[in-house]
């Protein structure tokens, strides 16, 4: 999901339960956004400026996909109290100095790299969002959230971190909440454990369903997203 709209469905049955939810767009995702010239930076600094403008404490702070970059950004940055838990949703989980090419499978180093070359930013062909993204929903369901998917900034994926500590030191919670059935990352480089160990001391919560459960099934992702950020 590269688009806060993404999680509205499941946002809802999150606020139905009384919670305040913000679901933001990041720079370089936002219309009107120049995706060739978006760096990671400026998407990390997005997420932060986005906690300054709305006030935002003592929040859980959910990261999906390409998403634990910036919420771990965010979390490096953002003060004391801020941030009371990360959710790390079948999330890259960086240290410092790590790009999202860094910890993906060599054919989607390829189709990034064939990405900066044509356009400096793009998406991954239907069958692959079909059958590793969204391999337990319909085939209506798999074109609907394509066709809403917005060209991902190349430098988004290709910059390192630049991080003060790595997760594993953050003094906050940290959750990881894998989907079993995600084969978006191949199961011999898996999500879980290759980089949610790398949390340190975190809570592990899984349930059935693929990387874009949030379009399949976003209840059952907002039960368990409660689950991965209580106390």
């Not at 941030?83 to 054919?107: H, K, Q, T």
């Amino acid at each position: 999901a590269n688009n806060g709209e993404h999680f509205k469905a499941c946002a809802d049955f999150i606020r139905a339960q009384g919670h305040s939810v913000f679901c933001p767009t990041l720079k370089g995702n936002r219309e009107g956004d120049d995706p060739a010239s978006t760096t990671l930076d400026d998407a990390i600094s997005s997420l932060v400026t986005f906690f300054d403008e709305n006030e935002i404490e003592d929040a859980i702070l959910v990261g999906h996909s390409w998403g634990g970059f910036p919420i771990t950004g965010a979390a490096d940055r953002l003060a004391a109290g801020r941030i009371r838990r990360l959710v790390y949703f079948s999330a890259f989980v960086p240290n410092d100095g790590e790009s999202a090419m860094d910890l993906v499978p060599p054919a989607y180093k390829a189709r990034f790299e064939e990405m900066a070359a044509e356009s400096k930013a793009g998406t991954f062909p239907f069958p692959v969002l079909r059958e590793a993204f969204v391999n337990d929903g319909t085939y209506k369901q798999a074109q609907d959230f394509a066709s809403t998917l917005v060209p991902q900034p190349f430098r988004t994926f290709a910059d390192p971190i630049s991080l003060s500590r790595n997760p594993a030191a953050f003094e906050i919670g940290k959750s990881y909440l894998l989907a079993l059935e995600d084969t978006a990352m191949p199961h011999s480089m898996p999500w879980h454990p290759r980089l949610s160990e790398k949390l340190g001391l975190y809570r592990l919560v899984t349930m059935p369903g693929s990387h874009c459960v949030h379009v399949t099934a976003p209840e059952r992702l907002a039960q368990k997203i409660m689950e991965a950020a209580r106390d």
